[in-house]
C-alpha cells in the first residue's frame, strides 16, 4: 500500500524538551513539505524540500529544524525555541515534474505541558 | 504574496440540501485552484483542482467548483449534502509560473455540519 505515514498519532511532551516527528513515504515523490495546522487559522508551512539534502524555509520555520537524508523520509524538529509548539502537524508530498497537488498524512498532534 | 479568504467559517445545513462553500483568491494572474477536505484528526484529501481549460471542475464525493477569473473566485458546491459530507473543507492556491517549489497557500477553512 503507497502512502505516507506520520507516526506517532499522539504526542505529549514537557516544555524544553525538543521532539522530532517522523514522516515516511513511499510513493516516490520527489518534494516533501510540513505544516501545522491551528484552529480557524488554515495550514501554514513551516519547511520543504524539493530534493533530497536541500530544503527551504516556509512562513513558519522559526523554531523548527528539518533534515532530508533520504528521498522517503523527512522529520520535522520542534525545539524547545518554539514558543507554541501545541499544534496539529501534517505532513505531504507531492510528485516530480508537471504533479501540482500535494497528498497529505494523517498527521501528528503535539501537546507540550 | 497570495492570499485566500474563505468567507464562511462554520456552514450548517440539513442533509440533502444543496451548500456552496465560498472561496476568493487574491492574485490576478494565473493560478493553480485547489479544494481539500479534512474529516476529524485525519490528513487533507483532494477533493479537485483546477489548472486550466473548463471552468467548472468536477471531483469527488458529488462536488464541483466554478473557476471565475474576473471574480478572483472558485466556490465549491453540492446539490445534495449527506450527514458523511460533514467535515472541514480548504481552499488552496499555488502560483504556476513559480518552479519546482509548488507551494500551497490555504485559506482558513469552512467547517460544514450536516444535520439530520
Known amino acids: 500500500d503507497g502512502g505516507i505515514t506520520q507516526s506517532p498519532k499522539y504526542l505529549f511532551r514537557k516544555e524544553g524538551q525538543n521532539v522530532t516527528l517522523s514522516c515516511e513515504q513511499n510513493?516516490?515523490?520527489?518534494?516533501m513539505y510540513w505544516y501545522r495546522q491551528d484552529p480557524g487559522q488554515g495550514l501554514r508551512l513551516i519547511y520543504y524540500?524539493?530534493?533530497?539534502?536541500?530544503?527551504q524555509k516556509g512562513d513558519i520555520a522559526e523554531g523548527y529544524s528539518v533534515s532530508r537524508e533520504k528521498k522517503e523520509s523527512f522529520p520535522l524538529t520542534v525545539t524547545s525555541a518554539q514558543k507554541n509548539p501545541t499544534a496539529f502537524y501534517l505532513c505531504?508530498?507531492?510528485?516530480?515534474?508537471?504533479?501540482?497537488?500535494?497528498?497529505f498524512g494523517p498527521g501528528t498532534r503535539l501537546t507540550v505541558t | 504574496a497570495q492570499s485566500v479568504t474563505q468567507l464562511d467559517s462554520q456552514v450548517p445545513v440539513f442533509e440533502e440540501a444543496p451548500v456552496e462553500l465560498r472561496c476568493n483568491y487574491s492574485?490576478?494572474?494565473?493560478?493553480?485552484l485547489f479544494w481539500y477536505v479534512q474529516y476529524p484528526n485525519q490528513g487533507l484529501q483532494l477533493l479537485l483542482k483546477?489548472?486550466?481549460?473548463?471552468?467548472l471542475v468536477k471531483g469527488i464525493n458529488g462536488f464541483e467548483a466554478e473557476f471565475n477569473k474576473s471574480q478572483t473566485s472558485f466556490h465549491l458546491r453540492k446539490p445534495s449534502v449527506h450527514i458523511s459530507d460533514t467535515a472541514e473543507y480548504f481552499c488552496?492556491?499555488?502560483?504556476?509560473?513559480?518552479?519546482?517549489?509548488?507551494?500551497?497557500?490555504f485559506g482558513q477553512g469552512t467547517r460544514l455540519t450536516i444535520n439530520p
Open positions: 505531504a508530498s507531492r510528485p516530480g515534474q508537471g504533479a501540482n497537488e500535494q497528498y
Open positions: 510513493l516516490n515523490h520527489d518534494a
Open positions: 524540500s524539493q530534493i533530497v539534502n536541500d530544503f
Open positions: 492574485s490576478s494572474v494565473s493560478v493553480y
Open positions: 483546477y489548472l486550466s481549460g473548463s471552468t
Open positions: 488552496a492556491v499555488s502560483d504556476p509560473y513559480l518552479q519546482g517549489a509548488q507551494k500551497l497557500v
